[in-house]
């Protein structure tokens, strides 16, 4: 198992993590497999989508913060963060993408991304591959 962090800059933002995640598969010693990107963490996300237009990043999350509202929720009472824990389990802690020749199999415009909904903080990343 490997790890890496990421210091977030703001409350809600979506960061780029591929090449990170790149160097530690090609440094890994299986050829072909299963790479798994885990976040242990409840206010943050992986997801794999379009990097080239940083527009979707704001876009989702403009369309989660649309979909659950701040400060209604019971766990609101406790830290005030629970649209952040909702939206985290919305997009979920880790992606698994295919290994091939030491690449992650991606599409042309996929790439991972760390999903912050309670920066700034500091995140760890954990890459499992197999
Ligand atoms: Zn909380």
């Known amino acids: 198992m490997k790890e890496f962090f ?10 780029d993590i591929t090449p990170r995640v790149q ?9 072909d497999g299963l790479c798994c990107v885990f976040v242990p963490h409840a206010t943050a996300a992986v997801t794999i ?7 979707i990043g704001e876009d989702l999350q403009d369309a989660l913060t649309k979909l659950v509202p701040e400060g209604v929720w ?3 009472r406790i830290d005030d963060n629970a649209a952040a ?8 802690p880790s992606e698994m993408v295919p ?3 030491r690449r992650l199999v991606l599409g042309t415009w996929q790439s991972i991304m760390l999903v912050e909904f ?13």
């Open 74 to 76: 019971r766990h609101d």
């Open 23 to 31: 160097t530690i598969v090609a440094q890994d010693g299986s050829t």
């Open 85 to 92: 824990h909702i939206k985290a389990t919305i997009i979920g």
């Open 49 to 55: 989508n379009e990097n080239a237009d940083p527009n």
């Open 6 to 15: 990421v210091k977030t800059e703001r409350k809600c933002q979506v960061i």
């Open 99 to 101: 290994v091939k020749d």
């Open 118 to 130: 309670d920066g700034p903080r500091e995140r760890r990343v954990i890459v499992q591959i197999r």
